[in-house]
């Protein structure tokens, strides 16, 4: 008799050293970047980072609503992260439920670690993150997606903000876990960082890993984020250059 269910987990790293989609392990998936997707928001992004597709959407600084949550010397940031329903395999129950909320409060806090709230006092900057298509990492495609589309609104920040997650799987660690390395991996840790200053500022983690295996984890992390940050300038440069005069034009 096999072991049952044995073939359901998959080989999630090579003798060769390869990953489930080929990868190295120091290897991101796939990214793009478009800043300024959407017509009506103050300021949006469209992530497409391997399977997953995240929009983030900005208004503000604007009104605050609810009024009581206004704050007299800074902006509060509200964030709302949800997931379509078509977003994953099994039909997600639409609406708010602990994940969300969850994600929602930590980007906020991320994000309000780079902007700056108090040159806007008793307003708000709503930020939307809407994940259309999910495949892990999708807290992190919308710190990038919300981060550049904040840029896009022209809201004042000390920088931009990459992340990354970076896992363990098939007993190594490796960058920017896709969905089955998230399911059957060992860890996940995803990480913001504050490129300038090397300040992360948003840290979590699931599973176990030894402190030596931490400290790795975070260098790869931390030199993950410092490639997606270039593709967050190179959107918004794209998005920006400016179109050289057409001979004779006046
Ligand atoms: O997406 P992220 O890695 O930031 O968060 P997670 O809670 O670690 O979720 C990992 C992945 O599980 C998501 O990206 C989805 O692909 C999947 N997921 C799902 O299939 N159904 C849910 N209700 C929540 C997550």
Same mark, same amino acid.
């Given at each position: ?128 993150? @809407?994940?259309?298509? =999910?495949?892990?990492?999708? /807290?992190? !495609?919308?710190?990038? $997606? #919300? ?82 940050? @270039?593709?967050?300038? =190179?959107?918004?440069?794209? /998005?920006? !250059?400016?179109?050289? $005069? #057409?001979?004779?034009?006046?």
């Amino acid at each position: 008799m096999g072991n049952v269910g044995a073939k359901d987990v998959p080989v999630l790293l090579s003798p060769e050293g390869l990953r489930i989609d080929g990868r190295r392990v120091d290897e991101l998936r796939p990214i793009k970047i478009q800043a300024g997707a959407l017509k009506h928001a103050d300021g949006s992004a469209f992530v497409e980072w391997g399977a997953n597709k995240v929009m983030a959407a900005v208004y503000g600084p604007r009104e605050v609503h609810p009024r009581h949550l206004q704050q007299n010397t800074k902006a509060v940031i509200q964030c709302k992260y949800n997931m379509a329903a078509f977003s994953v395999d099994e039909r997600k129950r639409p609406g708010l439920d602990r994940r969300s909320q969850e994600i929602s409060k930590v980007i906020a806090e991320a994000l309000e670690s780079v902007v700056f709230v108090e040159e806007f006092p008793r307003t708000s900057i709503d930020v939307y993150i @809407e994940v259309l298509q =999910a495949n892990a990492g999708t /807290r992190c !495609a919308g710190i990038v $997606a #919300a981060s550049v589309a904040l840029a896009d609104a022209g809201i004042p920040m000390v920088d931009l903000l990459p992340a990354v997650a970076v896992g363990k799987a098939g007993g190594a660690l490796v960058l920017d876990l896709k969905k089955e390395e998230d399911n059957f991996g060992e860890a996940d840790l995803p990480m913001a960082l504050v490129p300038q200053s090397g300040r992360l500022v948003l840290l979590q983690m699931e599973g176990h890993m030894t402190p030596a295996e931490l400290s790795q984890a975070l260098d790869m992390g931390v030199a993950g984020c410092r490639q997606i940050y @270039e593709r967050m300038k =190179a959107a918004l440069r794209e /998005r920006y !250059a400016v179109e050289p $005069a #057409a001979e004779g034009s006046a």
